[in-house]
Nanobody, 124 residues
């Protein structure tokens, strides 16, 4: 079992920045790839960013490339999502998840453990 707890969400104006954190506890965190997903009201959950267990491979949704950066600190059992140049369309509940795959996958259905989510609201 891996327990995940997100933090860092909040209300920010368009153009602003937020840094989300996902703290893991339980089984060895370094065995998993990490991913961030988001779900806006009335929309399906979508992949945002993923990072391999080593941190050497990262992948992003086209909608966030160049604005968001995923990283991890295995010594702290934490995955981060730095979000810059935020837009109102980035408003959603952001959730982190871990996947046993060597490199992160974009389908949420394959992820093994999920956090409860943190709300990000971007005002125009």
């Amino acid at each position: 079992q891996v327990q995940l707890v997100e933090s860092g969400g909040g209300l920010v104006q368009a153009g602003g920045s937020l840094r989300l954190s996902c703290a893991a506890s339980g089984r060895s965190f370094t065995s998993y790839s990490g991913g961030w997903f988001r779900q806006a009201p009335g929309k399906e959950r979508e992949f945002v960013a993923g990072i391999s267990w080593s941190g050497g491979f990262k992948t992003y949704a086209d909608s966030v490339k160049g604005r968001f950066t995923i990283s991890r600190d295995n010594a702290k059992n934490t995955v981060y999502l730095q979000m810059n140049s935020l837009k109102p369309e980035d408003t959603a509940v952001y959730s982190c998840a871990v996947d046993r795959a060597v490199v992160p996958r974009t389908s949420g259905a394959v992820y093994d453990y999920w956090g409860q989510g943190t709300q990000v609201t971007v005002s125009s």
